[in-house]
């Protein structure tokens, strides 16, 4: 309840911080992260926001999630937050080799924030599973 509850809210304050300013990484990351994540509800998610609230919000895929989250990356290329949800959107959308590359560079980036270094080796794991999905 609450995830759908608050897909609603996030996707109307990422567009009004994209109308503000459409180059800003932390708003097109956010904006692809709400794609990925309402792309991906699982059916019992689905169900429940069917009942609860009459539906999920239209319009969400992994292909805008890749379009938003690669337009971060391109504003912040060095920070890897982004560079690994990107590689998670990949393995969602069963492009794995995308996906490992993507994961490569993430664990391979130079560490700026306290979470880097899990993001990094969450990376590496993530890439160990593409690779037994390939």
């Known amino acids: 309840k609450s995830a759908v509850s608050s897909a ?11 109308a503000a300013n459409p180059n800003h ?14 792309a991906n509800l699982s059916w019992a998610e ?11 919000p239209k319009g969400a895929s992994n292909e805008n999630a890749v379009k938003y989250i690669s337009k971060a990356i ?8 982004y560079v690994h949800d990107l590689g998670l959107v990949y393995k969602a959308m069963e492009k794995y ?14 560490s700026l924030t306290k979470d880097d270094p899990y993001l990094k080796e969450h990376s ?7 690779e037994a999905l390939e």
């Open 97 to 110: 080799s995308d996906a490992i590359s993507t994961f490569k560079k993430a664990v391979n980036m130079k």
């Open 124 to 130: 590496q794991n993530m890439i160990e599973d593409c």
């Open 8 to 18: 609603t809210t996030i996707n109307r304050h990422a567009e009004a911080a994209l």
């Open 25 to 38: 990484p932390g708003a097109n990351h956010v904006m692809g992260m709400w794609h990925y994540r309402v």
């Open 74 to 81: 391109s504003l912040r290329p060095d920070y890897i937050l």
């Open 46 to 56: 689905r169900s429940a926001a069917n009942i609860i609230f009459g539906g999920i």
